[in-house]
């Protein structure tokens, strides 16, 4: 019997058997001075009443036991189904990590020994910042420490990866004075967008120096010092598209930051276990395929860089995101001899440029192997470049993951 019928039943029974029970003395005298068959009656009611109790009890036990053993055979099911769950999640993962890695190898300069150099502060003639976003960038609060500007040490460094005009990875580095060498403090790499540069972030940089947080930034490749002028960038996607050697739109910076994290987890003054990435726009979707490649990067936060490259192709949303990288479409439209861009010619550039961006590598692909690790996406809610309808899927998918690692509190999306 089920539990929610049958407490009822015994609720009702046994205020029956209080009111027999509660009866007064004279009741209980003129029911003795009764005719024995009423005296027999009583008697046989009470009787009964003790066995309806007898099996209401019994019937409780038998429901509370049947609890217990369905308690205990499902919990062991549910774990072990779990741990298969998160165990199919790591060899997906790793397959992955497997072949992008792969892939990122297959158009690199010859590698040279990890090395670093002191730099000078960095003067880019080209680079002008904007006055509008540097006061939003300012408005990152910072720690209020008296002299903080005499307080900060400024380091600016050149990592040696490969040969090259693009091997040398120019960083920027913020950090308190007189900080304990002993301790291990937290690192944050920041990332900057299209056409910036890593000085267009100090403001952060400061903000989390404040804070005692050792913050870089890098100038991704041909961007920052890495340009000889405002085109270089824009020269290099048209060089990849033409010949297929490098692969300057994502992955060769995500090479970059590989080797980045090569740098900082051997400095004595940085915890390992705790560097934490983040960057805006193109900026964004360096960090994140940074993290999705390599697992050092423990807490991942990309900005407005999250999307799905397949869908805007599927969906024709592709505009927003051609639009800011439009002269390598324009070549490569004329080059397949078309009147105007379509979702064929983006396709063919997003395969030459960044192969497997717009399928295996994609964000459906790509955002889960970042699992169980504290993942932030922030996106902006009419952002055609990265267009939210574009990650419903994956918001899905990802939520998922997240939960067979029971960590889903480790995931957070915001649509500003």
């Known amino acids: 019997m089920p539990a929610t019928i049958l407490l009822p039943s015994l609720n009702t029974t046994l205020k029956m058997i209080d009111y027999k029970y509660q009866t007064r003395p004279t009741q209980v005298n003129r029911t003795i001075n009764a005719r024995p068959t009423q005296v027999n009656r009583t008697i046989n009611a009470q009787t009964r009443a003790t066995q309806v109790n007898r099996i209401i009890n019994a019937q409780t036990r038998t429901i509370q036991v049947n609890r217990n053993i369905t308690a205990r055979m499902e919990s062991p099911n549910h774990e072990t189904k ?203 979707m360096h960090a994140w395929f940074a993290a999705a490649a390599d697992t050092r990067y423990a807490v991942i936060a990309p900005l407005i860089g999250v999307q799905g490259f397949r869908w805007a192709i599927d969906n024709d949303k592709w505009h927003g995101r051609v639009d800011s990288i439009k002269p390598v479409f324009e070549v490569a439209r004329e080059d397949l001899g078309k009147n105007a861009i379509d979702k064929e010619v983006v396709e063919k550039v997003w395969d030459r440029i960044a192969p497997g961006l717009a399928s295996h590598f994609d964000s459906p692909y790509s955002i889960p192997p970042i699992a169980p690790r504290p993942l932030l996406i922030l996106n902006g809610a009419e952002d055609p470049r990265c267009p939210l309808a574009g990650l419903v899927t994956l918001m899905l998918k990802i939520s998922q993951i997240y939960a067979e690692f029971q960590c889903s509190n480790n995931f957070k999306k915001y649509n500003n």
């Open 82 to 284: 779990t741990k298969m769950e998160e165990k199919e999640a790591i060899k997906t993962e790793s397959k992955f990590r497997s072949e992008f890695l792969q892939m990122l190898r297959k158009r690199r300069a010859p590698q040279v020994p990890l090395t670093v150099e002191i730099a000078k502060p960095a003067e880019i003639f080209w680079y002008e910042n904007n006055p509008n976003e540097e006061e939003i960038m300012k408005s990152c609060p910072k720690k209020d420490i008296e002299n903080f500007k005499d307080l900060v040490k400024e380091e600016n460094l050149y990592i040696n990866i490969e040969e090259g005009d693009q091997g040398k990875l120019p960083v920027l580095i913020l950090s308190l004075k007189g900080s304990d060498k002993q301790i291990k403090r937290p690192a944050v790499v920041f990332l900057h967008g299209s056409y910036m540069c890593k000085e267009y972030l100090r403001p952060l940089l400061e903000a989390y120096a404040s804070r005692g947080y050792i913050a870089i930034s890098v100038d991704s490749r041909y961007h920052g010092e890495r340009a000889k002028s405002a085109t270089t960038y824009q020269e290099a996607l048209i060089s990849a598209w033409k010949i297929g050697d490098t692969m300057p739109f994502i992955y060769d910076t995500v090479w970059d930051l590989i080797k980045l994290a090569d740098y900082l987890t051997q400095r004595e003054d940085i915890d390992p276990s705790r560097i934490g990435i983040t960057g805006i726009s193109l900026g964004g």
